[in-house]
């Protein structure tokens, strides 16, 4: 069965550090790739987004992530992190075969240490 | 933000009693599920709706029904609630098919004792 995989529960970075979230996905073609960002007490909300051509793609808060097909990964990054950016991160992607739903991976909990 | 509401926020509630939760947007999105997210399981789907009156099923659906009857409302409703039923749910809105985007509520925190 298609997965997404966050092999980090927990991460902890200082404040001004560089940070790497990875993800792992499980499928035959290129995916769609999400990574979404949910402060405590909130909804989640789309940092970025992967559908197809610069492997390399920017979003929101000064995030990138690059997808690596060899790998099968979608790797978030930021080069420098802020305390603002302690939150739980998520990776999502379509199943094979279902166009209108997401499968979630379990989540990355940021913590920034001042 | 997307045009999403949830209601009620937080809810405490007792076993064997129905709950429903209910999901407004004004996105006039095609779209709507419903998940529900607990520690280590990230988010799970419910149930989701493609159109008014059309539903089916997501990963988790057992103990669980929705309904549709108008494009911006989107009903959860636990028939007999349990203690594993405790859980925040979200909802989320989809405009179209092709892109997958979908756009999330606040989330409703449901306590069953």
């Known amino acids: 069965a298609q997965s997404v995989t966050q092999p980090d529960i927990h991460i902890t970075v200082s404040e001004g550090a560089s940070l790497e979230l990875r993800c792992n996905y499980s499928?035959?073609?290129?995916?769609?790739l999400f990574w979404y960002v949910q402060s405590p007490g909130q909804g989640l909300q789309l940092l970025l987004k992967?559908?197809?051509?610069?492997?390399l793609v920017q979003g929101i808060k000064g995030f990138e992530a690059e997808f690596k097909r060899s790998q099968s990964s979608f790797n978030l990054r930021k080069p420098s992190v802020h305390w603002s950016d302690a939150a739980e991160y998520f990776c999502?992607?379509?199943?094979?075969?279902?166009?209108?739903?997401?499968?979630f991976g379990t989540g990355t909990l940021l913590a920034v240490q001042p | 933000d997307a045009g999403i509401t949830q209601s009620p926020r937080h809810k405490v509630t007792e076993t064997g009693t129905p709950v429903t939760l209910r999901c407004h947007q004004t996105?006039?999105?095609?779209?709507m599920y419903w998940y529900r997210q607990d520690p280590g399981h990230g988010l799970r789907l419910i149930h989701y709706?493609?159109?008014?009156?059309?539903?089916d099923k997501g990963e988790v659906s057992d103990g669980y029904s929705v309904s549709r009857s108008k494009t911006e409302d989107f009903l959860l409703t636990l028939e007999s609630a349990t203690s594993s039923q405790t859980s925040v749910y979200f909802c989320?809105?989809?405009?179209?098919?092709?892109?997958?985007?979908?756009?999330f509520g606040p989330g409703t925190r449901l306590t069953v004792t």
């Open positions: 499928y035959g073609a290129t995916p769609y």
């Open positions: 709706s493609y159109g008014v009156k059309d539903t």
């Open positions: 999502a992607a379509p199943p094979s075969g279902a166009t209108n739903k997401l499968i």
């Open positions: 996105e006039n999105h095609r779209y």
């Open positions: 989320a809105i989809s405009e179209s098919d092709r892109d997958h985007e979908q756009y």
């Open positions: 992967y559908f197809s051509g610069d492997t």
